[in-house]
């Protein structure tokens, strides 16, 4: 039963470069949301994604966007990087079903803006 | 709006002390969930436990235990005979909107365990 997985791992960008990071939810899971982490605290919700449609969106700029594919896999777009931007961000994944709320999340993607 | 505080910023234990990592949180809404993660260095959460509005039971898994009381809004955690395998950054969230299906995790801002040798 595999996990969720995000791609890349690490990631050097400079300011006002643009930024793709990838992930596939669990197996079976239809909804993806997107979280950053800075460094010491915890994670802020971005958006999350289902039936490939932005559903719930966070206290974010729309310089981030995102997308869901038929497959359900998503990506988060980061446009006009700022150095504020450096954090882990993390994919999480759940079944879209009242009652089934837990939701896994992948490994992370680093992103260090320079 | 929902918010979850976890007043204790980082906690060191020796092997085989127990520790209670503290969780309190705020929210309008009668029907939520209440999560335990782990944060190892590696980065990944792992998933401890999740906990219902309406079932205030606490619960023992293994070493782990977990006090949900609504009456003082906590949902405390605790490690029996703490190991240095357990070091890691522990996050306690809280999920609004059951009902929609639309929820969202809101994150306190963890606590760093470091359990020596």
């Known amino acids: 039963d595999a996990g969720v997985t995000q791609s890349p791992t690490h990631l050097i960008k400079t300011r006002g470069q643009q930024v793709t990071l990838r992930c596939s939810p669990k197996s079976g899971h239809d909804t993806v949301s997107w979280y950053q982490q800075a460094l010491g605290q915890g994670p802020q919700f971005i958006f999350q994604y289902y039936e490939e449609e932005e559903r719930q969106r966070g206290n974010f700029p729309d310089r981030f966007s995102g997308h869901q594919f038929p497959n359900y896999s998503s990506e988060l777009n980061v446009n006009a990087l700022l150095l504020g931007d450096s954090a882990l961000y993390l994919c999480?994944?759940?079944?879209?079903?009242?009652?089934?709320?837990?939701?896994?999340f992948g490994p992370g993607t680093r992103l260090t803006v320079l | 709006a929902q918010k979850v505080t976890q007043a204790q910023t980082e906690i060191s234990v020796v092997e085989k002390e127990d520790v209670t990592l503290d969780c309190v949180y705020e929210?309008?809404?009668?029907?939520?969930?209440l999560f335990w993660y782990k944060q190892p260095p590696s980065g990944e959460l792992v998933f401890l436990i999740r906990r219902n509005s309406f079932d205030e039971q606490n619960e023992i898994s293994g070493r782990y235990s977990w006090n949900f009381q609504k009456s003082t809004s906590s949902f405390n955690f605790t490690i029996t005979a703490s190991q240095v395998v357990d070091s890691a950054v522990y996050f306690c969230a809280l999920s609004e909107a059951v009902r929609s299906g639309y929820s969202t995790l809101t994150f306190g801002k963890g606590t760093m365990l470091l359990v020596s040798p």
């Open positions: 929210t309008r809404d009668t029907t939520y969930y």
């Open positions: 999480a994944s759940r079944l879209m079903s009242v009652g089934t709320d837990t939701q896994y």
